[in-house]
């Protein structure tokens, strides 16, 4: 099995331009899970889906945030229009949704606005 | 609501020297307690967990136990290794309707030669 697989792995942008994060998780897996890692903030659960259908996105920052799942093996978060504070590493992680089981993570999208 | 609470890093240790950090937890019913490294530049991997009262996770030397009357679930290792250098994050998922896992802030591991 490949995991989760992110990209780009690596995204420098400028402020005010759109971002996209794409997420492809591990087959058969029907929970998908958007978290955003800085210093100051540690780990911040941002979004999450049930298949495929975004069950709760109270962690999204703001309005500029979006995710969407079309089908259960991909995934986007679209940050629309970036700001230096979103600079961040991106983690995406799946799990088949049964109470007792971990995530497992992606590696990540670093994320830096300039 | 359910909560994780785990030993503030930095920790540095030395090569082969003993490590213990802490994480206790908050939450009803009987959740599952996870352990998860992250190294640097890498995303979060699970390194062992646990599902009940008892139960003891192990995994590259580390073990934890599930001690549900102290509501703690404790990291150690014997002798650590400078590979054994990470962030190391404590979590839990609850038994409720989301069960979603709730992570630590993480403690940060040195291990020097």
């Known amino acids: 099995d490949a995991g989760v697989i992110q990209s780009p792995r690596h995204e420098v942008t400028e402020m005010g331009q759109e971002v996209t994060l794409r997420c492809k998780p591990i087959s058969g897996h029907n929970s998908l899970f958007w978290y955003r890692q800085t210093m100051m903030r540690g780990l911040e659960l941002l979004i999450y889906?049930?298949?495929?259908?975004?069950?709760?996105d109270s962690g999204m920052p703001e309005d500029r945030f979006s995710a969407k799942m079309p089908n259960a093996s991909f995934s986007t978060l679209k940050i629309q229009p970036s700001e230096p504070r979103d600079s961040a590493v991106y983690f995406c992680?799946?799990?088949?949704?049964?109470?007792?089981?971990?995530?497992?993570f992606g590696s990540g999208t670093r994320l830096t606005v300039v | 609501g359910d909560s994780v609470t785990q030993m503030e890093g930095p920790v540095t240790l030395s090569e082969e020297a003993f490590l213990t950090i802490n994480c206790t937890y908050t939450a009803t019913g009987y959740p599952s307690l996870f352990w998860y490294v992250q190294y640097p530049g890498e995303g979060l991997q699970l390194l062992l967990k646990a599902t009940k009262a008892d139960d003891k996770g192990s995994n590259k030397g580390f073990e934890a136990t599930y001690r549900k009357e102290t509501t703690s679930f404790h990291l150690e290792k014997g002798s650590v290794q400078v590979s054994d250098s990470a962030v190391y994050f404590c979590?839990?998922?609850?038994?409720?309707?989301?069960?979603?896992?709730?992570f630590g802030k993480g403690t940060k591991l040195s291990v020097k030669p």
């Open positions: 979590a839990l998922r609850g038994t409720g309707s989301q069960g979603n896992l709730i």
């Open positions: 992680a799946s799990s088949l949704g049964e109470k007792r089981g971990g995530y497992t």
């Open positions: 889906f049930n298949n495929n259908v975004p069950i709760d």
